[in-house]
């Protein structure tokens, strides 16, 4: 005599399988990926002429592959680029190699010292991520830290804190974020 052969039910298996995917899709959390929050500029026009910029306008930062800074052709730190960037921007020791500033009447200001200062910003293809992050966030905080000052003078308010979009565009346009960013290449440091 045969035995009978015993079979699994192997129907649920399916609806089971189902329900774990959507338990771990539930209650997995996903990384969001956090960028660095620019504005680009809008394409140029070819027949528009760039404007003529001063050399003493232009404060140069080199970041190699070795992620060591060159700000202005001298050795820089990363603790101390916040400080050297509101300083080179603000100019208030009216330095004559420093960017010029110009007296402007903005609404909701007022007249106001608006630099002609530009960050020119060039890294290494070897420069780590975590060395370029370092650098932009410097880069960032010494801006904001320039309008909070400005903000607060003007309005007892933060940046921030600003509820008035006419207060905030005022901020802005006194204290641009002027930031060049080159296209990375191999500029040495090996």
């Known amino acids: ?3 009978p052969i015993n079979e699994i039910n192997a129907g649920s298996m399916a609806d089971i399988a189902f329900l774990l995917l959507i338990f771990f899709l539930v209650t997995t959390t996903m990384d969001v990926d956090t960028g660095i929050i620019r504005r680009l500029p809008p394409p ?3 027949t528009v002429e760039p404007p003529d910029i001063r050399e003493r306008n232009v404060m140069n930062i080199l970041v190699n592959n070795r992620d060591q800074l060159l700000v202005n052709r001298e050795p820089g730190d990363i603790s101390i680029l916040r400080d050297r960037v509101k300083r080179f921007i603000q100019n208030r020791e009216n330095r004559s190699d420093w960017p010029e500033k110009r007296l402007q009447e903005i609404e909701s200001l007022g ?3 608006v ?3 530009i960050i020119s910003l060039k890294n290494d293809r070897g420069t780590s991520y975590q060395m370029y992050i370092q650098v932009q966030n410097e880069l960032a905080a ?3 830290e320039m309008r909070d000052e400005l903000a607060m003078d003007k309005f007892g308010l933060r940046y921030e804190r600003l509820n008035n979009p006419d207060w905030t565009n005022a901020i ?3 204290i641009p974020m002027a930031i060049s960013e080159a296209e990375p290449e191999d500029i040495g440091g090996r």
Do not use: L
């Open 142 to 144: 010494a801006f904001n």
């Open 111 to 113: 007249e106001v010292y």
């Open 115 to 117: 630099s002609r200062g």
């Open 44 to 46: 140029v026009d070819p």
């Open 172 to 174: 802005n346009k006194a």
């Open 1 to 3: 005599m045969a035995r």
